[in-house]
């Protein structure tokens, strides 16, 4: 089957383009992948306009059902291969291919990790990245939040509901934070303790994390018994298409596009966390309004060559 436009990605940039293509009248797909994207997991979101208050996966769920009103059609599927036939593109899925005559990649962004040994094997043995996902299990246990930023002082605070202590073990000299995540935090009082410029050096523990040896001896020992760790120190982009494509990336790998969203390869939009808009600055409102120009552009590329 051919469609106007196949978007990849269900995050906030790949749900706010499939919304706007449709109001363009254009035949959409939008491949999932993992549903909602970061902020399916972040917890509660309170920064979003027009919303006091309101989960993540809540608020990508509302905007799933806005495109389907409007007859977007949506797999649970990750795309394995993207490729230039022509006058078309083949978006291959899990389990077929179809033709699309312009793609909108909004793919978002991948955690980074400490690149520790024995990192991989306690992942959901004591380490974790999905705070608002493994939290709750911490319930009046002894925690760390690794990091440094507002993510992680917003972890650091849904913690704070659960955990009976928990250590900020933050690499910099000072943590960097909106003032009122900042605020909430200090509302938990010696609940939480920071240990700045500090770093986790290595892993201990076999079936289940034990303790973490760190950068610098904390209360005269360089070991910290803990029963979990959260690691929030950033992210990458994701770059799955960028060889398949041919596509180019920043300094730093995040894909190139103009303020009409238009990658290098005629057809290629991109959109959210993964281009180089905004620097560091990465909201679901910059996400979103970066999916409806994309759209937008997508809809104009289609209108002149569109078959």
């Not at 300094?251 to 190139?256: F, N, R, S, W």
């Amino acid at each position: 089957m051919t469609y106007d436009l196949v978007i990849v990605g269900s995050g906030a940039a790949g749900l706010s383009a499939a919304l706007y293509a449709r109001r363009y009248n254009m035949n959409t797909l939008v491949f999932e992948g993992e549903f909602g994207g970061e902020t399916a997991t972040a917890g509660k979101i309170e920064n979003y306009p027009g919303i006091m208050s309101v989960d993540g996966y809540d608020l990508m769920k509302t905007m799933k059902e806005q495109g389907k009103v409007l007859g977007v059609q949506f797999l649970e599927e990750r795309v394995q291969k993207i490729e230039r036939q022509e006058a078309y593109f083949l978006v291959t899925g899990e389990k077929e291919t179809f033709q699309a005559k312009a793609i909108i990649l909004a793919i978002g962004s991948q955690r980074r990790h400490l690149g520790l040994s024995k990192e991989q094997e306690l992942t959901g043995r004591g380490v974790h990245y999905c705070v608002t996902c493994d939290g709750p299990v911490f319930a009046g246990k002894t925690v760390a939040m690794v990091g440094g930023g507002d993510s992680s002082v917003k972890g650091v605070n849904f913690l704070g509901e659960y955990a009976q202590k928990i250590y900020f073990i933050v690499r910099g000299k000072e943590i960097v934070a909106e003032f009122i995540n900042l605020a909430q935090m200090k509302k938990l009082g010696d609940k939480v303790e920071v240990l700045l410029e500090t770093e986790v050096k290595e892993l201990v523990g076999d079936k289940m994390l034990e303790k973490v040896v760190l950068s610098k001896a904390y209360k005269g020992s360089a070991e910290l018994a803990l029963d979990g760790m959260f690691v929030e120190v950033g992210y990458d982009p994701d770059q799955t298409f960028v060889k398949q494509l041919g596509l180019q990336v920043d300094e730093a790998g995040y894909t190139k596009a103009d303020n009409m969203m238009c990658t290098n390869i005629p057809g290629v939009f991109a959109a959210g966390d993964s281009t180089n808009h905004f620097g560091r600055f990465k909201q679901d409102i910059t996400a979103a309004a970066l999916g409806a120009v994309a759209a937008t552009s997508a809809y104009e590329y289609n209108t002149i060559y569109g078959q």
